[in-house]
């Protein structure tokens, strides 16, 4: 009875809301751009807020370089944003980009990034979310989530099944290990494949994603067995990146041979 609920209740949603990845996958999409626009302005103004803004010149100055190479390679509708680039005085070795044209870069990112093309690996990666459309899925897998425990509760309630909290309990965590943490790896694997495309079409060295990774895995524990975990490991989203460069390069070498490469320096 319960599982015919959670096929109902999903089925209805994908109906309703079916799209598709820009590699293929399909997506459950509930709300509109105005409205995660208007979450993402929301959310960036209060980082503002909380963390300190970079006044050197010469950072923001080597952030804006790389990023606005990225963006004017982006499809069309994003690239007519008007986009707001903040880097963040954080220790923080992280980056991020928002429906509504907001990005921002944290200083202790540059520490790890050693060149344009590392910073511009993590920056096309999270660009590569917005282009996805993932705030978007996250929301509405979150959403759709709830709906489908809210009738699974309801159900066995009408039907006076015993241990009603246990199996709601139980029911609750197959959903997030499940399915909303490997839609979260999905998104991450996904973000790596636009980003390295990103990067190529730019003019940015692809093969330097792969030592960002390598960066990223030294800096970092990595302790969280991966179907646990919201990314995917190190050693696995390396070996997705370099299944996929060759196409990667062939894009890269042509827009090497017109000498068409950015200049962002430090």
């Known amino acids: 009875m319960l599982k015919k609920l959670f096929i109902t209740a999903t089925c209805a949603l994908v109906i309703a809301a079916c799209a598709q990845s820009p590699t293929g996958r399909r997506q459950i999409m509930l709300f509109s751009d105005t409205e995660l626009s208007k979450m993402g302005a929301q959310t960036f103004d209060s980082m503002k807020e909380e963390t300190p803004i970079s006044k050197d ?35 923080q070795v992280n980056a991020f980009a928002l429906p509504g044209g907001k990005i921002g870069v944290y200083t202790g990112l540059l520490k790890v990034a050693e060149n344009q093309d590392q910073l511009a690996a993590v920056v ?42 246990e199996l709601m309990t ?41 030592n960002l990774w390598q960066n990223m895995a030294a800096a970092g524990s990595g302790g969280t067995p991966e179907f646990m975990s919201t990314h995917p ?5 390396i070996k997705d990146l370099r299944a996929k460069m060759p196409e ?19």
């Open 124 to 165: 096309g990666h999270e660009i590569g979310h917005v282009i996805a459309g993932h705030s978007n899925e996250r929301l509405s897998t979150n959403q759709a989530l709830q709906t489908v425990l809210a009738l699974g509760d309801a159900g066995l309630k009408a039907y006076g099944v015993k241990y009603q909290q």
């Open 57 to 91: 010149a010469k950072t923001n100055s080597y952030v804006n370089c790389v990023t606005n190479n990225l963006l004017a390679v982006t499809p069309d509708n994003l690239r007519a944003q008007n986009w707001e680039i903040v880097v963040f005085e954080s220790e």
């Open 233 to 237: 490991l190190p050693e696995t989203r």
């Open 248 to 266: 990667a390069m062939k894009t890269f070498n042509e827009r090497k041979a017109v000498s068409a490469l950015p200049k962002c320096s430090r």
């Open 170 to 210: 139980a029911f609750g965590l197959g959903a997030q290990y499940g399915v909303a943490l490997p839609f979260s790896r999905a998104h991450e694997s996904e973000s790596d494949i636009i980003g390295l495309d990103l990067m190529a079409k730019a003019g940015f060295e692809p093969r330097q994603a792969v």
